[in-house]
C-alpha cells in the first residue's frame, strides 16, 4: 500500500516458486499489446521501449494511412516515437506503419483501446487526462485528418509487449487528474453494481494510484491456501485502518469507551439498553482472556482503571500499550462490529423472535447383548 498508494489496486495471486514476492507496476498499466511484433525495440524481450513519446488517442478504427498522414509528417520533424492508442489499425495503414518502422523512418507502435462500449470510452478519456492529451472522437466532432500535434498527450517512458501497456509518468495537468479522480470517486460511492465498482476501482487505481501483485508461494496447497487467507485478512484490515485509522485493539478501544456510554442519562427502557450495551462492551476482551485461560472479569475489573491505550495481552499475558506493542484494531472493524450487533439485537427485540437450528437429540448406544459376553468372567 505504501508502494501504490491508499487508492492503488492490490491483488494477490499464487506464486510459481516457493517464496513470497512483490511485483508493482508503476504508471497506468492496460491490457493490450502491440499490433505487430515488428514494432519491437528489444528482439531479445520482445517489448517496445518508447522514450519520451508522443500519444495519438483515437476511439477510430485507422484502415487509410492518408487520414494520419499529416500528423506523422509532423511527428516525423520532431523525431520523437509515437504511441497509436485506437480501435484498430488495420488495412493499409498497419503494414505502412511497420514498414516505416523497420526503414527507420520513426519509432512507431500501435496498440487497441482497453475495454470496451461506454467503458472504453471513459477509459480512454483517463490516458488523455493523464497524458495531456485529447481524444479524437466524432462525440467532439474531431476527425484524424485535422488532428495536430497539441492533441496527442505525451509521456516520460511507454513499455509495451505483446500482451500489455505500461504508461509512465504522463504529462497531464496535476489539477485535471485530481478532478478525474473525484468523478471516479463519486461513481464508486453510487453505483449499486458490485462488477461496475471493481471496474471503477481499477481506473483509479491506474489514475492516482498503481497496480501492485502479492505473488504468494509456499511448499505445499495447503500451507499455499492458509498463506493465502493471512494476507487478504491482513490486506482488508489495512485497507480499513487506512480508511477510518486505528484504535487499541484486544478489545482495550471498547471498554474504553465505557465511561462516557455509562454517563448518558436515561430512564426506564433505554436505562436497560444502555445497561446491556455496557454489558455488550466487555464482552470481546472477556471472551480473549477466557480464550487464552486467564479470568474475564477479573481482567476487565484491572482494565478498567488501567490507563488510556494501555491493554491486555492476552498472547504474552502482560500489561502493555497496545498501539506501541502493535496490538491494533481498524476503527471500521470495530464500528462496524458494533453497529451490526446493535442492528441484529434491534431485530430480534422487534420480532420478539429468533430463527435456530433445531439440534437433534442424541439416541444412547444401545446395550450390548448378554450373549455375546459368553466368554467374559
Given at each position: ?26 504508471g ?63 488495412g ?65 517512458r ?22 478525474r ?37 509456499a ?18 484490515a ?49 471472551q ?23 491493554g ?50 442424541v ?15
Amino acid at each position: 500500500m505504501e508502494k501504490v498508494g491508499k487508492d492503488g489496486v492490490i491483488t494477490i495471486e499464487e506464486s510459481r516458486g516457493m517464496e513470497t514476492e512483490l511485483e508493482v507496476v508503476e504508471g497506468m498499466q492496460f491490457d493490450r499489446g502491440y499490433l505487430s511484433q515488428y514494432m519491437v525495440t528489444d528482439s531479445e524481450k520482445m517489448v517496445a521501449d518508447l522514450e519520451n513519446p508522443y500519444i495519438l488517442i483515437t476511439d477510430k478504427k485507422i484502415s487509410n494511412i492518408q487520414e494520419i498522414l499529416p500528423l506523422l509528417e509532423s511527428i516525423l520533424q520532431s523525431s520523437r516515437p509515437l504511441l497509436i492508442i485506437a480501435d484498430d489499425v488495420d488495412g493499409e495503414a498497419l503494414p505502412t506503419l511497420v514498414l516505416n518502422k523497420i526503414r527507420g523512418t520513426f519509432n512507431v507502435v500501435a496498440v487497441k483501446a482497453p475495454g470496451f462500449g461506454d467503458r472504453r470510452k471513459a477509459m480512454l478519456e483517463d490516458i488523455a487526462i493523464l497524458t495531456g492529451g485529447t481524444v479524437i472522437t466524432e462525440d467532439l466532432g474531431l476527425e484524424l485528418k485535422d488532428a495536430t500535434i497539441e492533441a496527442l498527450g505525451q509521456a516520460a517512458r511507454v513499455t509495451v509487449d505483446k500482451d500489455s501497456t505500461v504508461i509512465v509518468e504522463g504529462a497531464g495537468n496535476p489539477e485535471a487528474i485530481s478532478h478525474r479522480v473525484a468523478v471516479i470517486k463519486s461513481q464508486i460511492e453510487t453505483t449499486t453494481s458490485e462488477f461496475d465498482r471493481e471496474k471503477l476501482q481499477e481506473r483509479l487505481a491506474k489514475l492516482s494510484g498503481g497496480v501492485a501483485v502479492i505473488k504468494v508461494g509456499a511448499a505445499t496447497e495447503t500451507e499455499l491456501k492458509e498463506m493465502k487467507l493471512r494476507i487478504e485478512d491482513a490486506l482488508n484490515a489495512t485497507r480499513a485502518a487506512v480508511e477510518e485509522g486505528i484504535v487499541a485493539g484486544g478489545g482495550t478501544a471498547l471498554v474504553n469507551v465505557i465511561p462516557a456510554v455509562a454517563d448518558l442519562e436515561l430512564t426506564g427502557d433505554e436505562a436497560t439498553g444502555r445497561n446491556i450495551v455496557l454489558r455488550a462492551l466487555e464482552e470481546p476482551v472477556r471472551q480473549i482472556a477466557h480464550n487464552a485461560g486467564f479470568e474475564g472479569s477479573i481482567v476487565i475489573d484491572r482494565l478498567k482503571n488501567a490507563e488510556l491505550g494501555t491493554g491486555f495481552n492476552a498472547a504474552t499475558g502482560e500489561w502493555v500499550n497496545m498501539i506501541e506493542e502493535g496490538i491494533i484494531d481498524p476503527v471500521k472493524v470495530s464500528r462496524s462490529a458494533l453497529q451490526n450487533a446493535a442492528s441484529v439485537a434491534s431485530l430480534i427485540l422487534t420480532t420478539e423472535a429468533v430463527v435456530a437450528n433445531k439440534t437433534e437429540p442424541v439416541a444412547p448406544a444401545p446395550a450390548m447383548d448378554p450373549s455375546m459376553m459368553g466368554g467374559m468372567m
